[in-house]
């Protein structure tokens, strides 16, 4: 009797560390976030950047709604796959966050052979941030004011044009690659160890053009020494309503997705993310936010986990088939 009753005691104690256990969640999105503990919002690149200053105001934003602190920590380098892997270890409870464009879980894993992640088993998708595409950038040195007249002059010129990329198997390597093969052009990749190093040198005329980011295109053409000829997408944005699509100019197939969004740690309880979820949904549509984004070439949007997690996989099934198209081998 003595032993039937000690096993109903464990069996009961095992029954109350279950419930504890499930009501752990709750109780972390009840408390969550705690003011004495800053959330961190993690991104790959340098400060002063346009993902860095869109991570700035939704973190100045976000610390409102959610009455806490939150910073941004830049882990610039590996084409953003530093700071991917710090916040793929960190603790999955809400307070370290990444914002991270697209390339990060869509492109990197099908371009470089050591990739310290997995995009879908180490995190938890939260929301969209932005979309906003990759544009065609021209030196003003070149003789071309549409995609037509681009080719015609490189063509005419076979190995003395370049095109600069943020670096060896990004987004801006994989489109400048497609170009080259769809319309028949000789051009000479030059990679970069980032986006502003590369349109330094297209500002300078030391290469002839590049895929960039419409953000940065959108500050190097205020120059006056580089020119917006085409969009990467299936339609025009607002910030450039006067630049058309590779389509319009009889391209196609060069309108892959474009975003960025924010990813917490592998197995973050759902209470958290939903908490975390709706806070993003309220920062991104306030005006002042939405204004920011535009002006920097991208459209600010927030979308539930689920369809974000939908979206990662679906532009990882279409960067995979584009690489695998271009024959890009993983560096």
């Known amino acids: 009797m003595k032993k039937h009753n000690g096993s109903r005691r464990a069996f009961g104690a095992a029954l109350s560390a279950a419930a504890l256990l499930g009501l752990a969640p709750l109780a972390m999105a009840q408390d969550f976030p705690l003011r004495s503990k800053p959330i961190r919002i993690v991104v790959g690149f340098t400060a002063g950047g346009g993902t860095d200053a869109q991570a700035r105001i939704v973190a100045q934003k976000l610390g409102e709604v959610l009455g ?7 882990r610039p380098g590996a084409s953003t796959m530093l700071a991917a892997n710090e916040v793929s270890r960190a603790l999955p409870d809400g307070y370290t966050l990444l914002y991270a464009p697209s390339s990060t879980m869509a492109q990197n894993p ?51 044009v370049s095109y600069a990329s943020f670096g060896a198997g990004t987004s801006s ?4 690659e ?5 319309t028949g052009v000789d051009a000479v990749h030059i990679p970069y160890k980032g986006g502003s190093d ?43 309503p006067d630049v058309p699509t590779f389509a319009e100019q009889g391209i196609t197939g060069l309108d892959l997705p474009s975003w960025l969004g924010f990813y917490g740690p592998a197995h973050m309880p759902a209470p958290v993310v939903a908490k975390l979820n709706a806070a993003l949904t309220q920062v991104l549509a306030m005006p002042q936010v939405r204004e920011f984004y535009r002006t920097g070439g991208y459209e600010a949007g927030a979308t539930t986990p689920e369809e974000f997690a939908g979206i990662t996989r679906s532009t990882y099934d279409r960067w995979g088939a584009m ?3 271009v024959g890009l081998a993983k560096q």
């Open 68 to 74: 806490t602190s939150v910073i941004v920590d830049n």
């Open 110 to 160: 099908h371009t470089f052979a050591q990739v310290p992640y997995d995009p879908f088993k180490d995190f938890t998708a939260i929301s969209m941030g932005g979309r906003g595409p990759l544009v065609l950038s021209v030196s003003t040195t070149v003789p071309a004011n549409n995609v037509k007249e681009l080719v015609a002059y490189v063509k005419a010129n076979p190995g003395k």
């Open 173 to 176: 390597h994989i489109y400048g």
């Open 178 to 182: 497609a170009f080259v093969k769809k």
């Open 198 to 240: 590369a349109a330094k040198d297209l500002i300078g005329g030391r290469v002839q053009y590049m895929f960039d980011s419409a953000s940065s295109a959108v500050i190097t053409s205020a120059s006056g020494k580089v020119k917006i000829l085409a969009i990467a997408s299936n339609a025009r944005i607002s910030a450039l």
């Open 323 to 325: 690489v695998q198209q």
